[in-house]
């Protein structure tokens, strides 16, 4: 089951969304942030936008900050849907 995080008004309302979508264990973890039939995807290892396409740019600074706000939040619920891909693993410290 996915994890949607609710956003205040006036972003619901006009359709967007932010979620960590199920089935994606396999994946870089991240956050899809979603408006209409587009979809962003943002990283909560190491923050800041996976792709090039959609312009990432696109998203409205109010959403990127509630990313930042809700950060840890996002990262907790990541960590419980994908426990065998969590956010720090050892490889992250040994750098």
Request: aromatic fraction near 8%; proline fraction near 13%; charge should be negative.
């Amino acid at each position: 089951m996915p994890f949607l995080l609710e956003l205040p008004p006036p972003w619901r309302e006009r359709g967007w969304k932010l979620k960590i979508r199920d089935r994606e264990r396999a994946e870089v973890p991240h956050v899809t942030v979603l408006y209409k039939r587009t979809a962003w995807r943002f990283g909560l290892r190491t923050p800041g936008p996976l792709d090039s396409e959609p312009d990432p740019t696109l998203v409205p600074a109010e959403i990127l900050s509630e990313i930042d706000t809700h950060l840890d939040e996002l990262r907790a619920a990541w960590d419980q849907m994908y426990p065998e891909n969590p956010i720090t693993s050892d490889e992250d410290d040994d750098g």
